[in-house]
């Protein structure tokens, strides 16, 4: 029998694999078409001559969950209900041919196995995955703003144990293979060029066999044997699920609807049974869809799925291949950006500092970043092995001449970085790409004087560099466009979220950041206290606040960047005088002990009372919380609007996934454009204008602000 999305085999012992192939997408997802036919493939596995099935994939993942794509299409509730229904048609269907029929259904999974994937592989009797790195099962569709909807809040908890189904649906986070062992959500980790042969012979061993029973997985320990004992009564089940609500409102601030919908989808069925509890995942599902956070974390999704095909620049061009990276500098920043390197892409990677105790430091922190990855088991002692044999280090220039990209990541100053370029260049060979990772020099100024500007371009990481997602390049006037795109496509191969942006002070994401940390200062001038304003913003979706954030970064380096900003952008950029006490009291934040909070060991205590007397300030009043969001996030707002009027953006996609993945402004809000879209463009200029009429002209609205507001136009 012949599928359009399915290829479909049944050998000599009635064992049929069924293997995924979404004909007109390079990745499987649920799509209208591929479900429809899904149920064409399960009537003829109920067939007799069918003793086992097998499905897997065609593709280098084995279903990566639903085309989000068809939300847009739903038009209500009841729409939302029938298109899950008729999803769970055939994985009802599915789980029947073992549970009912007796034939053994096992799921051999590569690659994603993510939101219905998983659903999907949750109705098989066996679960068999790869020991790839890039295999990964989980329930992600809170990071959509949605419930799981075709039985993920169910099956799940019930597989594995509520605790752990609770943790996977609720946060999201998708599980690692020998996890997922662990936790009991896969039988069995095999090599990827045999798990479909592995996955039929179990199929084979299957059939006429009694299915053993199934327990959840639980090592024998205390804690565990307490966890399920809880699971398994009423009162102890009520327990359970009121911290699980507790940890999720911590983590959530109580701004996204989708996972306390989940932990009641998940309660309802433990205490009511599956039946209800499907119900519940499913109504639920329908009613978040049409939410204002769904909306914004699925804007999320498809910007930094486009992203992912933008090569950063508009012409055809072909990104050089790069197989030897230099990094100048070997601090937190150069170890870092030495670590993605090496770890993430197959290049051979060499750390350049002043001394063999600075290349000591630089391999010390690739080695640190690659013992956590071992012990996480993402990567084997072989790989380790691997890894660490591609670093080398120097405290020459020996090696640079055949480099094809040197990363500088030097302290931020002009003079310095002018003088590594003019060592460079006289290093490397007359192609190689020199990348500064600068937080707020302009490129054209770095390459003043360069012998080869077009081959110089900004690539502004963000610390830690094994962590935070975003890269933001940065492209002068004179940067050629395989410059550019050479630089994107090797943080693609960092495993970076890229975005291009043009040159000018501060670019574009620590351009934003000035207003918004003057607006903090303004208001502490006023007399709100620290905690005020830092819980406000961390109440309205900041991970954390404006002046805790300021003793993260450093307040030396703040007060460094400060004045760059303002001499290139004049009063819009000026904060109040008061805070230059900061640094004459030596206060530099977390680094010293000493910032707006009191710090012991490393850890902070609590705010620091004397910051006051440091900048000349009196006692403290009540400033209505209201007030300090809307002027700190008005303020963050405007000047991203002027970066993009100015044209330091390319698009206002771009300027949303540069403010949440590097700044972390909340994703529910879907990033400061989206922020005005939903607001109205008009609605922000005229608080705007307020604001401006009360506290000075810093708040003038950007005039593409006033331009959209005119013509009732939309940034999105």
């Not at 999974?109 to 999907?120: D, M, P, T, Y």
């Not at 290349?359 to 956590?372: D, E, N, Q, T």
Request: hydrophobic share 40%; proline share 5%.
């Amino acid at each position: 029998m012949t599928f359009k999305n399915f290829h479909f085999e049944l050998d000599d012992n009635g064992v049929a694999t069924v293997l995924i192939d979404r004909h007109d997408e390079s990745m499987n997802t649920l799509g209208k078409e591929l479900v429809l036919e899904l149920s064409a493939v399960v009537d003829r596995l109920e067939e007799p001559d069918v003793k086992a099935v097998v499905i897997g994939s065609s593709k280098r993942d084995f279903l990566a969950g639903a085309d989000i794509r068809m939300f847009a299409q739903i038009s209500s509730t009841d729409d939302a209900i029938k298109t899950l229904q008729a999803l769970h048609g055939p994985f009802d269907r599915l789980e029947a041919l073992h549970t009912v029929a007796g034939k053994p259904v096992i799921a051999a999974i590569h690659g994603a196995c993510l939101g219905g994937g998983l659903e999907l592989a949750l109705t098989a009797s066996m679960r068999i995955c790869t020991d790839s790195p890039k295999t990964q099962l989980g329930q992600p569709e809170v990071q959509l703003g949605l419930v799981p909807g075709a039985g993920g809040t169910q099956r799940l908890p019930e597989l594995i144990g509520l605790a752990a189904g609770l943790q996977m649906v609720v946060g999201g986070k998708p599980v690692r293979p020998y996890k997922a062992r662990k936790l009991g959500l896969v039988d069995e980790i095999v090599p990827t060029a045999v798990l479909l042969d592995v996955a039929r012979t179990r199929a084979t061993e299957a059939i006429g066999a009694k299915p053993p029973e199934r327990t959840i997985a639980l090592n024998v320990s205390t804690d565990n044997l307490m966890k399920y004992a809880l699971e398994k009564n009423p009162a102890g089940r009520k327990v359970l699920f009121k911290k699980a609500t507790e940890v999720m409102l911590k983590e959530t601030g109580g701004h996204y609807p989708a996972p306390p919908r989940a932990i009641e989808a998940i309660q309802i069925g433990a205490d009511h049974g599956r039946a209800a509890g499907i119900a519940a995942e499913m109504r639920f599902f329908a009613e978040l869809v049409f939410t204002p956070e769904a909306g914004a974390l699925q804007s999320i999704f498809f910007a930094t799925t486009q992203l992912k095909a933008d090569s950063g620049v508009d012409s055809d061009v072909t990104p050089r291949t790069v197989d030897h990276v230099a990094v100048v500098g070997g601090g937190l920043m150069g170890g870092g950006i030495a670590a993605v390197s090496a770890i993430k892409t197959d290049a051979t990677v060499r750390i350049k500092e002043v001394d063999t105790a600075g290349v000591a430091r630089g391999l010390g922190y690739v080695s640190k970043v690659v013992s956590k990855n071992a012990k996480r088991r993402r990567s084997t002692p072989f790989e380790v092995e691997k890894i660490m044999n591609r670093i080398t280090g120097s405290s020459t220039w020996s090696g640079f001449s055949n480099t094809d990209i040197v990363i500088e990541a030097v302290f931020e100053s002009l003079d310095l970085k002018r003088a590594i370029l003019a060592q460079c260049e006289e290093a490397m060979g007359s192609d190689t790409i020199f990348a500064s990772n600068t937080s707020s020099l302009p490129i054209s100024e770095i390459a003043e004087g360069a012998e080869r500007p077009e081959n110089v371009v900004g690539m502004h990481y963000f610390s830690p560099v094994e962590k935070m997602p975003l890269l933001e390049v940065i492209a002068t006037d004179k940067t050629s466009d395989e410059t550019t795109a050479t630089a994107v496509a090797v943080g693609k191969a960092q495993g970076k979220t890229v975005i291009v942006v043009n040159d000018g002070t501060g670019f574009y994401t620590t351009r934003v950041l000035g207003p918004y940390s003057n607006e903090a200062a303004y208001l502490l001038a006023e007399g709100a206290s620290v905690e005020d304003i830092d819980s406000a913003m961390a109440a309205w979706g900041f991970p954390i606040g404006p002046l805790l954030l300021a003793d993260e970064v450093g307040i030396d380096v703040g007060a460094h960047i400060a004045v760059i900003l303002y001499d290139a952008f004049g009063d819009r950029m000026a904060g109040p005088p008061m805070m230059e006490g900061l640094v004459a009291d030596d206060r530099k934040g977390r680094k010293n002990g000493r910032g707006f909070y009191v710090y012991d060991k490393g850890e902070r205590q609590g705010v620091d009372e004397t910051v006051y007397e440091a900048l000349g300030l009196g006692p403290r009043k009540d400033i209505d919380r209201s007030e300090i969001q809307e002027r700190m996030s008005l303020a963050f707002i405007n000047e991203a609007a002027h970066c993009l009027g100015d044209g330091i953006l390319r698009s206002a996609r771009d300027g949303d996934i540069g403010a949440i993945f590097g700044l972390g402004y909340p994703p529910f809000r879907g990033g400061p454009f989206w922020t005005i879209d939903q607001m109205g463009a008009e609605t922000v200029v005229d608080k705007l204008i307020v604001l401006a009429a009360k506290h000075g002209d810093r708040f003038e609205p950007a005039q593409i602000l006033r331009d959209y507001a005119a013509e009732d136009k939309k940034f999105r």
